[in-house]
């Protein structure tokens, strides 16, 4: 179990973009403050490539919400992952519990059932796929072809086959000396980047995994899953998917989808 020093080192970063929608910022704090996260940190609120104006906008909003304004300066779109190698370039020494702009918490003491289970160097997400982006491919059209077999190649080089077991880096507590040592050796400089930084043969999973560092799941339960168990704890694109501990736009999708939609999905992402 973590020890008291470095739950008291403990940050939840909320990361706002300008491509977020205009919704996503209220929902998230109505939820933050609507479900205790049960554990004591520090919430940054990390604002990209958004207007100063705008910036005061949304600061005035949650001037009542103690938290970190983080002002990410950065002028090109390097994504999730850019942002997160700065802010923790900022604060090396904490533990850090990252979310995107369409995410929040949908249960209560969401952050101490995550936090419990955090090992010395380990990555605990809060939902998981085994999806290979390469397996995955299919030809839609015959006239297409030509374009198939390009992707087929690019896939090929930078994403393992199915299974592919990887965190989703949406709502996930690392260290930031962790992400540091992994982002050093990465850049994100287009949507491609950023999938293989997710699910990709070099991916934070796996360098978790190439390192012999504990990788797990944890779920609204409390409970935690290793990555042969992943699917059972319900958090993703697997039976009704009732367990999520963080909502994100993907995990809402599927929920409206019909049973038949919802089988095609989650055969995608754990083969059965």
């Known amino acids: 179990m973590i020890n008291k020093l470095l739950t008291k080192k403990i940050i939840v970063c909320y990361l706002v973009t300008s491509f977020d929608e205009e919704d996503s910022f209220n929902k998230f704090f109505q939820y933050y403050k609507k479900n205790v996260a049960g554990e004591s940190h520090q919430l940054l609120v990390c604002y990209k490539l958004i207007s100063v104006e705008k910036i005061k906008i949304l600061e005035e909003r949650i001037k009542d919400i103690k938290h970190i304004k983080f002002v990410d300066y950065c002028n090109k779109n390097d994504f999730d992952f850019g942002s997160y190698y700065r802010v923790c370039r900022k604060f090396p020494k904490n533990l850090f519990f990252f979310l995107t702009g369409s995410d929040y918490p949908v249960r209560k003491f969401w952050l101490k059932k995550i936090v419990k289970h955090y090992d010395k160097d380990s990555l605990i ?11 995955s491919l299919r030809i839609k059209k015959f006239y297409k072809f030509i374009n198939y077999w390009i ?5 090929k080089s930078n994403f393992p086959k199915f299974p592919n077991p990887h965190i989703r880096t949406v709502g996930f507590l690392i260290s930031a000396i962790n992400y540091i040592k992994f982002y050093n050796n990465n850049f994100c400089n287009s949507k491609f980047d950023a999938w293989k930084i997710e699910s990709g043969i070099n991916s934070l999973t796996n360098f978790f995994i190439q390192n012999k560092k504990k990788v797990y799941i944890v779920n609204s339960d409390g409970f935690k899953f290793k ?22 736009k993907h995990i809402r999708k599927y929920l409206k989808l019909s049973k038949k939609e919802q089988k095609k999905s989650q055969f995608l992402s754990w083969g059965m």
């Not at 997400?125 to 397996?135: C, H, L, P, Q, V």
């Not at 990555?227 to 501990?245: G, P, R, V």
């Open 151 to 155: 992707k087929y190649f690019k896939l």
């Open 125 to 135: 997400g809060t939902s998981a796929s085994y999806e290979s982006m390469f397996s």
């Open 227 to 248: 990555i042969n168990e992943w699917h059972y704890s319900k958090t993703f694109n697997y039976l009704n998917q009732n367990k999520f501990i963080i909502s994100d």
